[in-house]
């Protein structure tokens, strides 16, 4: 089986910790892949970027990723390349992709809604990160979505990997 993952959750809510655990507890290969991978290369070499996600920092990464998306909707046409290179090699992966904007998240788990691959919403929530100011509408938009499954990592490590080791093992029945 092939599994994508499309996590949200607001910023510093722990969804590359989430990946880190799952690969860590995972029999199953991950991979991991963002839907602004693409968009921080472009910044970095045309904007001249430094890497470092304030304010600022994210607005140009939200505003070029919106351009890119209007555009040729390359940041969806990246994601589906990517796990479509990933297919040709792996019989079974679980794919890990953080989207921000409800309707790319939409739109990834309505293409992925086909033999072959189970496709999941997923938030990350953590009460300390819900309400900070945001900079950017993708941001803001976070919890304008109904997901599949709703994370909670309001506790300690520990109890968030446990949180993690349920949902994957539910992710396999």
């Known amino acids: 089986m092939k ?3 499309v996590l949200n959750g607001p910023k510093e809510s722990g969804k590359d910790t989430f990946i880190d655990i799952l690969s860590e507890i995972s029999s199953i290969p991950i991979i991991r892949y963002s839907s602004i ?3 921080k290369n472009v910044a970095i070499r045309s904007f001249d970027w430094d890497g470092i996600k304030d304010a600022k920092g994210r607005k140009l990464l939200s505003d070029l990723k919106d351009a890119a998306t209007a555009y040729n909707n390359l940041p969806f046409k ?3 390349e990517f796990v479509e290179d990933i297919s040709i090699v792996q019989e079974e992966f679980i794919f890990c992709t953080c ?3 409800p309707p790319e998240i939409k739109k990834l788990l309505d293409f992925y809604n086909k033999e ?3 496709a999941l919403s997923v938030c ?3 009460d300390s990160k819900t309400g900070l100011e945001e900079s950017n509408h993708a941001d803001e938009g976070v919890f304008d979505f109904t997901y599949d499954v709703y994370l909670d990592n309001n506790s300690t490590i520990d109890g968030f990997k446990g949180n993690i080791e349920v949902f994957y ?3 396999l029945q």
């Open 3 to 5: 599994y994508i993952l």
């Open 37 to 39: 991978d693409y968009i």
């Open 78 to 80: 990246r994601i589906t």
């Open 99 to 101: 989207v921000r904007e």
């Open 116 to 118: 072959g691959y189970t």
């Open 124 to 126: 990350i929530t953590r």
């Open 169 to 171: 093992e539910n992710l």
